[in-house]
């Protein structure tokens, strides 16, 4: 093992100037520590595409209600449409059900 570790330096001494040792020290140091090593920068890199997909979403969302105020503004129907089927607003003399979905019950065999 000896003579092998011995080969090596060798092999190191011919063709690794100390200059290029000391250049691939310093960016094994640069890239791998301190505060912007590549592992978070890629770390980084997928929290910026999952918010950007968040902000599409609420965007999208964001869009659905402001086109339903504006309408709701000018259309009598539809807004007693939403009052009645979100808040469950009825009119005198009138029943309204509200259904849930359950979990099935499981059954013992």
Known sequence: MNSKLSSIW????????????VCIAAFCYIAFSGENTVFQSIDYD????SLRAELEANRDTMLYYRDLNSRLASDRDLM????REQYGMKRAGEDVFIFTETPPVPSEK
């Open 10 to 21: 060798s092999w190191c001494r011919r063709f690794l100037s100390p200059v290029t040792l």
């Open 46 to 49: 997928r929290t910026i595409d």
């Open 80 to 83: 007693e449409q939403v009052v």
